[in-house]
């Protein structure tokens, strides 16, 4: 009994657990094949914008006042201030008697290129303490049509501003009628200052 035992036991230490490679080719697996494409691979559409987005403006930063100076006047050519002075005082000294009542007339029709208190049409009775009184009867009587001369003089006056101009004038009125020289022409000096108003400049006063 002991014998037969001993004879099993070495058997079952000799015996290779590992199996034996198949002998047969059914046995063996079938690999699978990849198929492979030959067509060729889609393109990749990429959008890619014309302009770029433009970036925000940074916001300004609070708290900062600004250090830049005011802008100064603009600086308006005095010859315009000149041209103002001779074509509103030409019309305001040249009188057609035969049309109208009185040297306040032509007063009137310079009023757009008067300022201040020029510019109140109740100053056209007394706008000249020289005013011509009983040669303007004269002058009416023959109706005659008082032409003004007005001259920019060189005289000395105060230096101009960028709002006001200062002038000397002389005024020259000559009555003319029926094509001849009537008596009595005369000549006045007046001290006169332009200012700049929004609308231009004006005349604004008028000394003799």
Same mark, same amino acid.
């Given at each position: 009994?002991?014998?037969?035992?001993?004879?099993?036991?070495?058997?079952?230490?000799?015996?290779?657990?590992?199996?034996?490679?198949?002998?047969?080719?059914?046995?063996?697996?079938?690999?699978?094949?990849t198929?492979?494409s +030959?067509?060729?691979?889609?393109?990749?559409?990429?959008?890619?914008?014309?302009?770029?987005p433009?970036?925000?403006?940074?916001p300004?930063?609070?708290?900062?006042?600004?250090?830049?100076?005011?802008?100064?006047?603009?600086?308006?050519?005095?010859?315009?201030?000149?041209?103002?002075?001779?074509t509103?005082? +030409?019309?305001m000294?040249?009188?057609?008697?035969?049309r109208?009542?009185?040297?306040?007339?032509?007063?009137?029709?310079?009023?757009p290129?008067?300022?201040?208190?020029?510019?109140?049409?109740?100053?056209?009775?007394?706008?000249n303490?020289?005013?011509?009184?009983?040669q303007?009867?004269?002058?009416?009587?023959?109706?005659?049509?008082?032409?003004?001369?007005?001259?920019?003089?060189?005289?000395?006056h105060?230096?101009?501003?960028?709002?006001?101009?200062?002038?000397?004038?002389?005024?020259?009125?000559?009555?003319?009628?029926?094509?001849?020289?009537?008596?009595?022409?005369?000549?006045? +000096?007046?001290?006169?200052?332009?200012?700049? +108003?929004?609308?231009?400049?004006?005349?604004?006063?008028?000394?003799?």
């Amino acid at each position: 009994m002991g014998v037969l035992l001993a004879v099993v036991l070495a058997a079952g230490c000799s015996s290779d657990p590992t199996p034996p490679p198949p002998t047969s080719p059914a046995q063996m697996p079938t690999p699978v094949a990849t198929p492979v494409s +030959t067509q060729p691979p889609e393109p990749v559409l990429t959008t890619i914008p014309t302009t770029p987005p433009t970036p925000p403006a940074p916001p300004p930063a609070p708290g900062r006042a600004s250090t830049l100076p005011p802008a100064p006047p603009p600086v308006v050519p005095a010859v315009s201030a000149v041209e103002v002075i001779g074509t509103g005082l +030409t019309t305001m000294f040249t009188w057609d008697t035969t049309r109208d009542v009185s040297p306040a007339d032509a007063y009137l029709r310079a009023l757009p290129l008067l300022g201040g208190t020029l510019a109140d049409p109740g100053r056209a009775g007394s706008r000249n303490p020289r005013g011509p009184g009983l040669q303007w009867d004269a002058w009416k009587s023959q109706g005659a049509l008082v032409t003004a001369a007005v001259v920019v003089t060189n005289d000395e006056h105060p230096p101009d501003t960028p709002t006001a101009v200062y002038r000397v004038v002389s005024i020259t009125q000559t009555p003319r009628a029926a094509a001849a020289v009537v008596q009595g022409t005369q000549t006045l +000096t007046a001290w006169v200052t332009a200012a700049l +108003t929004p609308d231009g400049w004006r005349i604004d006063t008028l000394r003799f």
